[in-house]
């Protein structure tokens, strides 16, 4: 198993452009979601799903987008790049029960925002 | 008032050391509970499960104390290898299972 994999691990993006995050995992886990992590914080939830076709906001949705077309992949869609969004990105998939299994991540994108 | 407050550190600590991090949570609905390691620049890792009566894997020990919303995590005999980061983590039936992490606080394990 390849686990949780993320293209690409470094990105520098020009203000206002776009760019798709690609995250897969290959664990037949239903539950997937994106993090953001910036120096001094937590990381937070950007967006996350519980399965194939259903996806949600999470606490810091604004100015990125998610699709789940198939259980393997959740990729994660900056709209038009802010400085803001210079981030460390990262994935993580893990059984969907009443309580959550471990998370599983994947080794993270790097972002700069220009 | 964040969610989850972590001291930041960093904690430097001679090899052999024994050293203990704590944690606080601010919501009392929050259900697990976890401690995370995450080396530099590198991805998260779930470290130990926290549950109620304690814990202890190894060299390490957890402990949760659910009347004042504290978590702890005690290493014994530290090893330069346990250098890392150390995230507290809750988690919220919101947001689908919702994990909240801690900032981290910084173990620097010394020869």
């Known amino acids: 198993n390849a686990g949780v994999t993320q293209t690409p691990k470094f990105q520098v993006l020009k203000t206002g452009q776009s760019m798709t995050l690609q995250c897969a995992q290959d664990m037949n886990h239903e539950y997937m979601s994106w993090y953001r992590q910036d120096p001094g914080m937590g990381l937070r939830l950007i967006h996350y799903?519980?399965?194939?076709?259903?996806?949600d906001q999470g606490e810091v949705p604004n100015g990125y987008n998610v699709s789940r077309s198939t259980t393997e992949d959740f990729p994660l869609r900056l709209l038009s790049a802010a400085p803001s969004q210079t981030s460390v990105y990262f994935c993580?998939?893990?059984?969907?029960?009443?309580?959550?299994?471990?998370?599983?991540f994947g080794p993270g994108t790097r972002l700069t925002v220009l | 008032r964040k969610e989850v407050e972590q001291d930041p550190g960093p904690f430097n600590v001679p090899e052999g050391a024994t050293v203990a991090f704590n944690c606080t949570y601010s919501n009392s609905a929050s259900q697990s509970f976890f401690w995370y390691r995450q080396d530099c620049r590198k991805e998260p890792k779930l470290l130990m499960s926290v549950y109620s009566s304690g814990n202890e894997d190894g060299r390490f020990t957890a402990q949760l104390n659910r009347a004042s919303q504290y978590i702890s995590l005690l290493i014994r005999d530290s090893k330069l290898s346990d250098s890392a980061t150390y995230l507290c983590?809750?988690?919220?039936?919101?947001?689908?299972?919702?994990?909240?992490f801690g900032a981290g606080t910084i173990l620097r394990v010394k020869s």
């Open positions: 993580a998939s893990s059984q969907q029960g009443a309580l959550p299994d471990t998370q599983y």
């Open positions: 799903s519980v399965g194939a076709g259903i996806t």
């Open positions: 983590v809750v988690s919220l039936m919101e947001y689908g299972n919702k994990l909240v």
